[in-house]
């Protein structure tokens, strides 16, 4: 089992950028698909970004294309979320969250969950 940790969040002014990081624990990091989701006030839970176990694949929502960027470093055990060009409807608690490696899948699936870190973006 997988323990995930975001942290990055803040507040950050329209336009600016932030970087999120989900540290995960355990030798077998690269396992691990990634996914990243945010909630915003009174809002659903929603899928914003994702990585393959690989690293080559992602997929992205639609309202974040072109200004947010997963990654992955494996070395460190660590995926990140660039997020740029910030509006302030991106403002969320944002989660990272990974399936487990038994599932086989890189996407659609997620079964461990971190805490989540607060990103407000003021307009």
């Known amino acids: 089992q997988v323990q995930l940790v975001e942290s990055g969040g803040g507040l950050v002014q329209a336009g600016g950028s932030l970087r999120l990081s989900c540290a995960a624990s355990?030798?077998?990091?690269?396992?691990?698909?990634v996914g990243w989701f945010r909630q915003g006030p009174g809002k659903e839970r929603e899928f914003v970004a994702g990585?393959?176990?690989?690293?080559?694949?992602?997929r992205y929502t639609d309202s974040v294309k072109g200004r947010f960027a997963i990654s992955r470093d494996n070395a460190e055990n660590t995926v990140y979320l660039q997020m740029n060009s910030l509006k302030p409807e991106d403002t969320a608690v944002y989660y990272c969250?990974?399936?487990?490696?038994?599932?086989?899948?890189?996407?659609?699936?997620?079964?461990?969950w971190g805490q989540g870190t607060q990103v407000t973006v003021s307009s």
């Open positions: 969250a990974a399936p487990d490696p038994l599932r086989r899948v890189d996407f659609g699936s997620y079964d461990y």
């Open positions: 355990g030798r077998t990091f690269s396992s691990y698909a």
């Open positions: 990585i393959s176990r690989s690293g080559y694949l992602t």
